[in-house]
Structures are given as C-alpha cells and as structure tokens.
C-alpha cells in the first residue's frame, strides 16, 4: 500500500522534460492570440441521482469564466452547460451536442459511469478534451484515450486505500460490510476498499451491489448486515442515499458505525433523512490548494454559499483548461490537450485564482507558466491524473456535517 500521512499539502513531481517542446511550439503561436473567444462546455449531473452535488460543481466549474468578465479581461469565454441527469446515454448526448456546437473542451462529466462512455464515444473520438473535476473510478486511468481525458479529481485507487486505513488502523474496525452502488464508481472503489481492508487483516463479511433510486433498500440492508460487522461502507449518491439511510435508521441498529464516500458529502443529507446521522463519517477528495481561501471567497460572492465537495476542482479543471486554450491559440481540441501540462506542471511563474485574468494574458503571450488552484497543485501525470491528494474525513453530528481530519496521500511504498 502506499504511504498515507497527516499533513495538510503534498506537492506531486511535474514532467517538466516532456513540457519543453510543447511550451516552445506554444509560444510561437499563442503571441497574437489576446483578446479572442475561448469556448468552455460544462457537463454536469445538475438533476438525477448526483443533482444534488452536481448544481454546485457546475457553478464552480463556470466561476471562472464569471471571473474573466468580472475582472475586465480582453477575452470571452463562452459558455455552454448541459445536464448529464447523471445517467450515460444522457451524457453522452449532452456531450455531442457541446461537440457539434463546437466546444474543444468541456469540464465534466462527474458520475465516473456517465465520465467513461463520454470518453469513449465522444471526446476521444472526436478529439475534444474533457477534464472532469468528481469522476474518481480508477478504470478511468486505463482508458485508451489518446490523452483527451484528465482529472483533478483524486482515483479512488487512493480513496479506498484512505478509508481501509482509516477504519483499521484508526477506529479499530476488525470486520466490515459494503453497500455500493452498482456502477464503475461503486464497484471500482468497493473493490480498492475491500483488498486493502483485507490486506491490512480486516475481514469483509459482506458485499452487496445495490441499482439507484430504489423505493426500498430494507432487504439488501439486511442481507449485507446479517453478520454483524463492526462497521457499514456505503457507496452512493444523495438520492439514493437518502432512501437507505430512511431505511437504515427504521429497522436496524441506529449505533453501527457507517462510513460513507465522497458522493454522500452533502451537508443536507440529515435533514432529508430526518435523522442527525451521529453514526456516520467519510471521506472525500480535500480542497487543499494554495489558493482554496481565495477560491471559496470567490465561490461565496457569486453564489451567495459555502463550496461544497468537488467545487474546488470544478474551478480549477475549467481554469485549467480556459489556460491551455489561451495558450494553444485556437479552439481546437488537440491544441488544448497539447497545451495541457504545460500550463499546470511546474514550468514557470505561478499563478492562480487570485491573478487569473494576469495568468490567461500570460498564457496567451507565450510566458512559461505553473498553475496552483484552489483544490490541489495540479499536476498532471503521463494518464492526466493528479499526481497526489489530500483527503478530508467528516464527521456528522447534530444535522450538521464537519471536517475533523485531513488525510494527506503520499506515492513512496511502504
């Protein structure tokens, strides 16, 4: 297993050799290129089993565009956003029609089980980049996808490994039982949380894979829990979760500790359960960049509330991508892909959300530059993951849901 800490920030190590040519070829032509429009798609579950979470990603993943116009700047993002309903063939559709409306690249999708057949059938073949901020299934990794396909969001290859530690080593849970939806982002984090648990000396004494939006998850619940297991790992999105948790709470033990993952970090889950959820924590991918107070300060003004889960790293795939394609020069999906690393691995001056509208001139004058976001450093390895992470572990209590710990994910082997 990999090496996990309790510090707040880890840098990942950039490909500054294989940035050289690209920088140089930009510079040449991204001179002229100030003052042009710059085409940004969003593609997010803003209804369905992830609407919950995913109104707010797509708000974070537009901020900064809202931000260039704000601020003055010569150039004009347009901006298109679609709704996923976080279901495949609707985000494969609402992807074309960003294709067919000319978008080289588009922020999206956030259900690793809608973010996968995208890639697939439309921003690979059709050569568009796409950086989602929440799709966290490792088979993501994998994808032949001719380096059309990045994330800022974490691999749950790290997040499982956190969470077997967590309830291991830390609580001192010996036995557990999962309840995972039955999709990519389920089976894939499931399966990373279930070797590791057992790696460690754990036992799993359950595992069942549930289908969203039930109107009854009684049965399943008591088939998973029927060996008594210290703990419940519960893989969901909100509206899926709140049927269980209503479940849960009316016939089984109020007490058991559950652990739920990133797609249950909703702060008004207890009220939509009825329920102050005392029993429960989990995890998800931190916003702990350089720049997350100056994010959330942004966040806040414009829409009037705190970011939630994956808001960070919407912002800073969108400002990503909005610099690559400054930089490129040209609307043109190859052009930003090619640009992608050279903008965010450590190459040149910094820059951030607090100078943003300097860093998009800077990028589109040629300059070496290094992005620093609000969710992490940014920095892309050779599959467009991010090189390192940082977890935050919740704890909900009284209705209300607080961070109590942040989890720092190193890459040296134990």
């Known amino acids: 297993m990999a090496h996990i800490s309790r510090r707040s920030v880890l840098t990942g190590i950039g490909s500054a050799g294989a940035l050289s040519l690209t920088g140089t070829l930009s510079a040449e032509r991204g001179t002229d290129a100030q003052g042009r429009e710059i085409m940004l798609g969003i593609l997010q579950p803003e209804s369905g089993d992830l609407g919950e979470l995913g109104g707010p990603i797509a708000d974070g993943a537009e901020l900064p565009a809202i931000q260039l116009a704000d601020e003055g700047s010569p150039f004009n993002v347009t901006v298109q956003r679609e709704d ?6 609707t985000g494969i559709s609402a992807a074309q029609s960003l294709v067919d409306a000319g978008f080289p690249m588009f922020t999206g999708a956030a259900a690793s ?3 996968i057949p995208v890639a697939q059938e439309v921003a690979v073949p059709n050569r568009v980049v796409m950086c989602s901020p929440a799709s966290t299934s490792p088979d993501i990794t994998d994808i032949n996808d ?20 967590l309830a291991f080593e830390d609580r001192g849970f010996e036995t557990a039982a999962t309840f995972a939806l039955n999709d990519a982002y389920g089976q894939a984090l499931e399966s990373v949380f279930s070797e590791s648990f057992e790696e460690l000396g754990g036992t799993v004494t359950a595992s069942e894979a549930f289908e969203p939006e039930q109107p009854s ?16 790992l519960v893989i969901a999105f909100p509206v899926s979760g709140i049927q269980i948790f209503r479940d849960f709470y009316a016939d089984f033990d109020p007490d058991l500790p559950v652990i739920v993952t990133d797609g249950l970090i909703e702060e008004t889950l207890p009220n939509q359960v009825d329920n102050p959820m005392d ?7 931190a916003a702990a960049g350089p720049e997350v107070e100056v994010f959330n300060g942004l966040y806040e003004d414009e829409f009037g509330r705190a970011p939630g889960v994956f808001n960070a790293q919407a912002y800073d795939a969108s400002a990503v991508m909005i610099l690559a394609n400054a930089r490129a020069g040209e609307n043109d999906g190859p052009a930003v892909r090619d640009e992608m690393r050279a903008v965010a691995n450590p190459n040149g001056e910094t820059v951030s959300p607090s100078n943003f509208p300097e860093a998009v001139d800077l990028a589109a004058s040629g300059e070496e530059i290094t992005y620093e976001g609000a969710s992490s450093t940014v920095e892309f390895d050779d599959n467009g993951d991010p090189q390192a992470a940082v977890f935050d572990v919740y704890q909900f209590e009284n209705f209300e849901l607080n961070v109590v710990e942040q989890i720092e994910f190193g890459s040296e082997s134990e």
């Open 84 to 89: 996923t309903q976080t279901l495949s063939e």
């Open 113 to 115: 089980d809608v973010t």
């Open 146 to 165: 001719d380096d059309f396909v990045f994330r800022t969001a974490p691999s749950d290859s790290l997040q499982g490994e956190v969470i077997a530690e």
């Open 217 to 232: 998850y009684t049965s399943a619940l008591q088939s998973t829990l029927a060996e008594d297991p210290d703990f419940l």
């Open 279 to 285: 029993n429960v924590q989990g995890t998800a991918p």
